[in-house]
């Protein structure tokens, strides 16, 4: 496995180009830039309205979903930017470095609110995520460590340390009280939320687990590991009840849309695809140049999808009708506040 701190592999510039697969098209709306680096996490609003990106250019920005337009940039990491995450009532951002931090960020004015510390200095914090009542956060770090914040005070509630290998991803489950982590180790584990005591590890990837997500309803969990392969899990018995093939490099990250009829993989290998939840059936394929696409997310009503690339762009999709691909709207970003 890779030995240096930042994990993931190098993403090059890319140029996309909207492809179909049987049995629909996913339809290209916007294309747009405003970060001058790597796009390594996004997160649409609940309710739809705006999406947040991160940054290795070392800001997260908050972005109008309909029109492109880019509404904050928020400035005030000292190292690049990681990942980024809404609150459940979208009133604020959160967004992580590689020096150890993750803030707090006003969703509307763009004032940092707070910063929880206690990771590692100089260790890149990789995952941020809100607990469902918005109350607290878990972050997972290069120091081996997820750790669980009031995300009002900024205070630290809980330190999981459940492997020798740097923790790389973690999710609340939908009542609070389950948190799953992913691992360098090749594994995922559930955890307590309150005493971080592990409830049942997840075994079966052959490569570092980016991403996990537990289902809306959180029956299920799914997975995306360096194999190439995302896996969905009994949340309940750690039974496996799906693997989703279809990629041909290392897969980034995985998230469920808010029906949980649907998964999203984005992948080394140029592509985002959608997957049926519940069969395992390959439903879209985001296709371009050879190249990573780092981060995807739907909309609340999964008919839209929001991906991030390598080269700074991010893109959105509709998902809802077949047609044949067109071209894009470009949209010149414009300064945030």
Same mark, same amino acid.
């Given at each position: 496995?890779?030995?240096?701190?930042?994990?993931? #592999?190098?993403?090059?510039?890319?140029?996309?180009?909207?492809? &179909?697969?049987?049995?629909?098209?996913?339809?290209?709306?916007?294309?747009?830039?405003?970060?001058?680096?790597?796009?390594?996490?996004?997160? /649409?609003?609940?309710?739809?309205?705006?999406?947040?990106?991160? /940054?290795?250019?070392?800001?997260?920005?908050?972005? $109008?979903?309909?029109?492109?337009?880019?509404?904050?940039?928020?400035?005030?990491?000292?190292? %690049?930017?990681?990942?980024?995450?809404?609150? #459940?009532?979208?009133?604020?951002?959160?967004?992580?470095?590689?020096?150890?931090?993750?803030?707090?960020?006003?969703?509307?004015?763009?004032?940092?609110?707070?910063?929880?510390?206690?990771?590692?200095?100089?260790?890149?914090?990789?995952?941020?995520?809100?607990?469902?009542?918005?109350?607290?956060?878990?972050?997972?770090?290069? +120091?081996?460590?997820?750790?669980?914040? $009031? @995300?009002?005070?900024?205070?630290?509630?809980? *330190?999981?340390?459940?492997?020798?290998? %740097?923790?790389?991803? &973690?999710?609340?489950?939908?009542?609070?009280?389950?948190?799953?982590?992913?691992?360098?180790?090749?594994? @995922?584990?559930? %955890?307590?939320?309150?005493?971080?005591?592990?409830?049942?590890?997840?075994?079966?990837?052959?490569?570092?687990?980016?991403?996990?997500?537990?289902?809306?309803?959180?029956?299920?969990?799914? /997975? @995306?590991?360096?194999?190439?392969?995302?896996?969905?899990?009994?949340?309940?018995?750690?039974?496996?009840?799906?693997?989703?093939?279809?990629?041909?490099?290392?897969?980034?990250?995985?998230?469920?849309?808010? $029906?949980?009829?649907?998964?999203?993989?984005?992948?080394?290998?140029?592509?985002?695809?959608?997957?049926?939840?519940?069969?395992?059936?390959?439903?879209?394929?985001? *296709?371009?140049? $050879?190249?990573?696409?780092?981060? &995807? /997310?739907?909309? #609340? +009503?999964?008919?839209?999808?929001?991906?991030? %690339?390598?080269?700074?762009?991010?893109?959105?999709?509709?998902?809802?009708?077949?047609?044949?691909?067109?071209?894009?709207?470009?949209?010149?970003?414009? #300064?945030?506040?």
């Amino acid at each position: 496995m890779p030995a240096s701190l930042n994990c993931r #592999p190098p993403f090059w510039a890319v140029v996309l180009f909207l492809t &179909a697969t049987v049995p629909a098209r996913a339809d290209e709306a916007l294309a747009f830039q405003g970060h001058t680096n790597e796009v390594n996490g996004v997160q /649409s609003s609940p309710d739809g309205s705006r999406f947040a990106t991160s /940054s290795l250019d070392g800001t997260a920005k908050v972005w $109008d979903a309909k029109t492109g337009k880019e509404l904050l940039t928020l400035k005030g990491h000292t190292y %690049y930017a990681r990942a980024v995450a809404f609150s #459940p009532d979208g009133t604020r951002v959160a967004s992580t470095d590689g020096n150890g931090a993750a803030k707090v960020w006003d969703a509307k004015t763009g004032a940092e609110l707070l910063t929880f510390k206690g990771h590692e200095v100089l260790r890149n914090v990789w995952s941020v995520a809100f607990s469902p009542d918005g109350t607290r956060a878990v972050t997972t770090s290069a +120091d081996s460590t997820a750790r669980v914040w $009031d @995300a009002k005070t900024g205070a630290e509630l809980l *330190k999981i340390k459940g492997r020798e290998k %740097y923790l790389e991803s &973690a999710v609340f489950s939908p009542d609070g009280s389950r948190i799953v982590v992913g691992s360098w180790d090749w594994t @995922a584990g559930v %955890y307590d939320a309150k005493s971080g005591k592990e409830l049942l590890p997840l075994q079966g990837h052959s490569g570092i687990v980016h991403g996990v997500a537990f289902s809306p309803d959180g029956k299920r969990i799914a /997975s @995306a590991g360096q194999d190439g392969k995302a896996k969905v899990w009994d949340a309940a018995t750690g039974k496996r009840l799906l693997t989703l093939e279809g990629h041909n490099k290392w897969l980034l990250s995985i998230a469920y849309s808010p $029906d949980g009829l649907r998964l999203v993989t984005t992948s080394g290998d140029g592509t985002a695809k959608v997957w049926d939840a519940k069969t395992g059936d390959e439903l879209f394929t985001v *296709k371009g140049a $050879d190249k990573p696409v780092t981060a &995807a /997310s739907f909309g #609340p +009503d999964a008919t839209r999808l929001v991906t991030g %690339y390598g080269d700074g762009w991010v893109r959105t999709w509709d998902l809802r009708t077949p047609t044949d691909s067109r071209p894009p709207q470009k949209v010149d970003a414009k #300064p945030g506040k």
